[in-house]
């Protein structure tokens, strides 16, 4: 039910996933009537591998996060979870109210051992083949050192399972690359993370290099997370918008714009931005996709795709692993 | 002497600034054999508005500060900031080292009266026509609400004075819009900003709002702003790097991008990244610009016309005199 536009994006992109992957089955979780119609458009009523459970209440997107958790012991957010929780599914996909997500994830999944709360983590495109991860995106607005090690291990594992590399490049975000630079936390971690050796580390990285795919995984707070990524939308818009305006401004420029069209769409199909839609809350004993809230039907395609990957490589099982053979180590 | 190019860079562009403006003088501090050398290239040799004053001593770019502050007692950055402080110059330009350029405007120009640390602040463009003003953009790693609070102010005032706006809309960067969002210092900020008569206070915005034109100063501690402005260029540098790609692909794309010539650089000159060079060094008592390390003649130009202005402008003054009153006012 979430998101900016919920059943007719959820739905459709289910409709197309149903039919590129004939093993994977579908729980749709929220209010019965309005799922069945857009089934129904879609010819998808009766399908034997797409069942309908019907919720009560939905976590609106401006709930907080305890609203969702005390008021709404209905809501299809909580079912979904509670789905994969008792291994009626392996994995939930929702594009709904985020700090929701995380709360009821947090409580009805639980979090790995070792791990205090979960981060949002992303792939994000660069200039080389592969993407670079990202984490926090916004779960954690404060985050000790102890926290951004946790970040580091797990979005290693992430890298490592879903990159299938051996040995990602680890970096921590910081506005300069000198032992000296940043505050104490990230200073802090910084010398956790030298120590750590599961980690190829690779110590402090610029925001500019996010993008030049100098390293695999970026590790930063929360709030600093979360606001490189929303800055990088706006600016996204912003050049966007202005490209779109200086091929508008007359007849010539008009023909220039229609010519160069099949170049800019082969652009826009290079970056892609709704490949990366799909963010994971890493941490939890489960996989919980957050799709963007103004995912369109590819967008929200390519979000239940990422959960199909996850859950066929079993990440959160990983992840748990890993992270207790690390704690064995120390000991 | 400063950034990644030297006097080719600075030279060249007051060659252009000394003819547009014919009653602006030039000090130029550095090793004198190569400012000469340069000045000669240029035909300036011996220019009646162009004086070079020999310094024995550069700050170099990785220089910590307190090096730049104990060691180069006779560096050209700390003699072109003790003409500012003497009454010798009106400003003071600089490609180099930020941190350098920092600690010694401190020592050297000192504080406005209830004013702790520079902050740095430049405009970014916007869908609007006018800019948006971004501060703390790198000096301050950590920042308090009264900081924060202060930066507000400073930063109300430049927009006012630069812009001609009698409100400007002022605006603290967070990861959400709602009271609750964000560190305590931040909304301890927010209680403090919605308390001050001086500011038309907006509330909390996020990252993307930025470049929408929707405030005209936008507050945030020098970590994340730091981490977002440099973000952005990486972003910038992938999608110019991503266009370019599509348009070399072959014989057609080539084409194309030839016909398209016209159309991508009017969308160069609009977006004009040199246009917005030029930082100011805000809470000094004196006009300090800090020029991007990489920038080239035209944007250097730029940062010395940023310097011209607000020295008409005064204003340092005017900032402390704003800042006096407010504080007369709370008494």
């Given at each position: 039910?979430?998101?900016?536009?919920?059943?007719?994006?959820?739905?459709?992109?289910?409709?197309?996933?149903?039919?590129?992957?004939?093993?994977?089955?579908?729980?749709?979780?929220?209010?019965?009537?309005?799922?069945?119609?857009?089934?129904?458009?879609?010819?998808?009523?009766?399908?034997?591998?797409?069942?309908?459970?019907?919720?009560?209440?939905?976590?609106?997107?401006?709930?907080?996060?305890?609203?969702?958790?005390?008021?709404?012991?209905?809501?299809?957010?909580?079912?979904?979870?509670?789905?994969?929780?008792?291994?009626?599914?392996?994995?939930?996909?929702?594009?709904?109210?985020?700090?929701?997500?995380?709360?009821?994830?947090?409580?009805?999944?639980?979090?790995?051992?070792?791990?205090?709360?979960?981060?949002?983590?992303?792939?994000?495109?660069?200039?080389?083949?592969?993407?670079?991860?990202?984490?926090?995106?916004?779960a954690n607005v404060d985050c000790d050192a102890k926290r951004l090690q946790q970040f580091a291990i797990m979005g290693n594992e992430l890298c490592r399972l879903l990159e299938n590399l051996d040995r990602p490049r680890v970096a921590l975000l910081n506005v300069g690359e000198e032992d000296i630079k940043g505050s104490e936390e990230l200073r802090s971690a910084h010398a956790l993370l030298q120590q750590q050796p599961a980690i190829f580390y690779q110590g402090f990285i610029e925001a500019d290099q996010i993008f030049s795919g100098e390293v695999d995984v970026v590790v930063t707070d929360g709030f600093t997370g979360n606001n490189v990524l929303k800055a990088s939308e706006g600016l996204s818009r912003y050049l966007a918008e202005k490209i779109r305006a200086a091929f508008m401004r007359n007849l010539w420029t008009r023909l220039c714009g229609l010519l160069a069209r099949p170049v800019i769409r082969a652009f826009k199909a290079e970056i892609n931005p709704e490949k990366y839609n799909g963010a994971s809350l890493i941490g939890l004993r489960g996989v919980v996709i957050k799709s963007h809230g103004s995912a369109n039907i590819e967008a929200m395609r390519f979000a239940i795709l990422e959960a199909i990957e996850q859950s066929n490589l079993t990440v959160p099982e990983l992840i748990g692993r890993r992270l207790a053979q690390l704690d064995d180590e120390r000991i």
């Open positions: 039910m979430g998101g900016d536009h919920g059943p007719p994006v959820t739905v459709s992109a289910v409709a197309k996933v149903i039919q590129s992957h004939p093993h994977v089955k579908f729980l749709l979780f929220g209010q019965s009537q309005e799922l069945h119609f857009w089934l129904k458009q879609l010819r998808l009523s009766e399908h034997p591998r797409i069942s309908v459970i019907a919720s009560h209440d939905d976590v609106a997107m401006d709930d907080k996060p305890a609203v969702a958790l005390k008021n709404k012991r209905q809501s299809s957010m909580r079912l979904a979870l509670e789905s994969v929780r008792d291994g009626r599914a392996n994995a939930c996909v929702s594009a709904g109210n985020t700090g929701a997500l995380m709360a009821l994830g947090r409580m009805i999944l639980r979090m790995l051992p070792g791990i205090d709360r979960p981060a949002i983590i992303s792939s994000i495109p660069t200039l080389q083949k592969k993407p670079v991860y990202m984490l926090d995106l916004g």
